[in-house]
């Protein structure tokens, strides 16, 4: 099975959801079914305020990619990274070989997926961080183990989210190529009186603030 890769960095710290803060790596597949990646559409598409390049890639197999993703580790032995597996959409092409692949060689591994798709078996230290989209024609179907409702984009979401009892993150979107802006500080409070209102987390994109990839 080769899986068409986007990028593969790190060492980074994943900026947002449950494991915030914590040193990881990222592996990125390529393709989305929400956006089509061309400047043209993204106005049009179910994510216009999407900041990723998630077109092109390579054909790794699963061997190539655990090498690419051990070879950015440190040297220190005490470390334990995580892997953010993203895209673009990551289950399009993510099949339990791969999680369970990813879940043997790290400490823990968050899926970012916007619930389209549902997930294949995986090892108890995977995780699903689900960031909902209104796709046409295509509901939400995934279980995750948290949520990440995109404000104001994605607040049409949050009454299902509330109602699962799982943990949701309320994060700000950066329409003034933020985080920063005047509409940026605007989505902040309303995410501040979410977490007040709904006992809500707050998710701030924790890597943009401090400068790593």
Partial sequence: MAYRVKSIFGPTLQGEGLHAGAPCLFLRLAGCNAWDGRPETRSASACPYCDTDFIGGEALDLDTVIARLRALLPATPDTRFGVVLSGGEPLLQADSQLLQGLGERFSWID????????????????????SPKAISGQPIVVEPDWWKILVPDQVSFLTR???????????????????????????????IELCYRHGCRMSVQLHKYIGVE
């Fill in 111 to 130: 899926i970012e997926t916007n619930g389209t798709r549902v997930c294949p078996p995986r090892p108890a230290n995977v995780f699903i961080s689900c």
């Fill in 161 to 191: 989210a509330l109602a699962s009892g799982k943990p949701v993150f309320v994060q700000p979107t950066c329409p003034d190529q933020g985080p920063s802006g005047p509409r940026y500080e605007q989505n902040v409070r309303r995410c």
